[in-house]
Nanobody, 122 residues
Framework: QVQLVESGGGMVQAGGSLRLSCAAS????????MAWFRQAPGKEREFVSS????????YYADSVKGRFTISRDNAKNILYLQMNTLNPEDTAVYYC???????????????WGQGTQVTVSS
């Protein structure tokens, strides 16, 4: 089992920045691909970004490319998402997740955090 706990969400004005963190405990962290997903009210959960176990490969949704940066610290078992130039369309609950292989599908992820709310006002 891998336990994931997100933090860092909040309310910010358009154009602002936030950094999300996801602390992992339980099994070893480094073998897992880690990802961020988000879900806005009335919408399906969508892929935001993922990072391979050794942080060699990263992927981003087109909607966040160039604005968000995913990173991980395997020594501290923490996943990060730096979000810059936020806009109201980024408002959602953000979840971190762990999978044994890279995927943009939430169905491939075995472990999930409880989510953290990000609200961007115009």
């Amino acid at each position: 089992q891998v336990q994931l706990v997100e933090s860092g969400g909040g309310m910010v004005q358009a154009g602002g920045s936030l950094r999300l963190s996801c602390a992992a405990s339980g099994r070893a962290f480094s073998p897992y691909t880690m990802a961020w997903f988000r879900q806005a009210p009335g919408k399906e959960r969508e892929f935001v970004s993922s990072i391979s176990g050794l942080a060699i490969t990263t992927y981003y949704a087109d909607s966040v490319k160039g604005r968000f940066t995913i990173s991980r610290d395997n020594a501290k078992n923490i996943l990060y998402l730096q979000m810059n130039t936020l806009n109201p369309e980024d408002t959602a609950v953000y979840y971190c997740a762990a999978a044994v292989r890279s995927s943009r599908s939430p169905n491939e992820y075995n472990y999930w955090g409880q989510g953290t709310q990000v609200t961007v006002s115009s």
